[in-house]
């Protein structure tokens, strides 16, 4: 952590948003995952796949863009 901290600030956002744009693609790619394993084997939930997939778009469209940003907000909430 100290070796971060001597970083410049614009190289440490650019970084943290990096990571953040990685975890937010392997999250949206396991819920994906998920879903269909759900649905796959039969799970007696109908509406957890179609949740999950919602939680992967949402990921997806709420992760930063190369400029710092949301890629996109969405006008649906996210609970129905």
């Excluded at 999250?27 to 109908?46: F, K, N, R, V, Y």
């Excluded at 179609?50 to 930063?64: H, I």
């Amino acid at each position: 952590m100290n070796e971060f901290n001597k970083l410049t600030d614009d190289l440490e956002l650019q970084l943290a948003t990096a990571a953040m744009r990685v975890v937010a693609s392997k999250l949206a790619s396991l819920a994906e995952a998920i879903a269909e394993e759900m649905e796959a084997t039969g799970m007696p939930d109908p509406n957890g796949s179609s949740a999950l997939r919602r939680l992967a778009t949402e990921t997806r469209a709420l992760a930063p863009s190369a400029e710092g940003g949301p890629t996109s907000i969405t006008t649906k909430p996210l609970l129905n």
